[in-house]
């Protein structure tokens, strides 16, 4: 049984995807935006219907950001979570970084229009919110492997 939970069962070969997709975005924004960006921990494992996570922790006055993937996703929809899911979860930690919560008085929407404009600006990736991987798909993968 494969077990997504921690990420553990992972082919390398998907890990290695992942950390090329997800270093290429870093360094996009980066050269877009001109700075360096604070360091972004990617790791994998999550298990339910998220694709991905993007957090900013807050703790003793320090935020660090971590994109989490899941792994079972990862797996089954391989191209939807490197063309898609990847840049989705980074440019959430961008605005973290370049505007923070609050920009001019106003709030950062999660997927608003700074989240937008990294989107399609620097990955030219297509803003969608959601991820439209088949459950179906997942489901199936998941009996075949029980
Ligand atoms: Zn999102």
């Known amino acids: ?24 975005c870093v360094k996009k924004a980066e050269e877009y935006l001109k700075k360096e960006l604070k360091p ?3 790791l994998f494992g999550i298990s339910g219907n998220h694709a991905g996570i993007a ?3 807050r703790k003793n006055g320090i935020e660090t950001y971590e994109v989490h993937l899941n792994s079972l996703h990862l797996l089954v929809e391989a191209k939807d979570m490197l063309e898609d899911t990847i840049p989705h979860e980074v440019a959430h930690i961008i605005v973290m970084q370049n505007w923070g919560s ?3 008085n106003r ?20 803003p969608k919110r959601c991820h439209s991987y ?13």
């Open 1 to 24: 049984m494969y077990k997504a939970k921690d990420g553990s069962d992972l082919p390398d070969i998907f890990r290695v995807w992942a950390e090329e997709k997800f270093n290429a």
């Open 40 to 42: 972004i921990k990617l």
């Open 55 to 57: 957090k900013t922790i």
């Open 102 to 104: 609050y920009c001019n």
């Open 107 to 126: 709030r950062v929407m999660p997927h608003g229009q700074e989240w937008k404009f990294v989107m399609s600006n620097i990955f030219k990736v297509a």
């Open 134 to 146: 088949s459950k179906m798909k997942i489901e199936t993968f998941k009996r075949s492997i029980q």
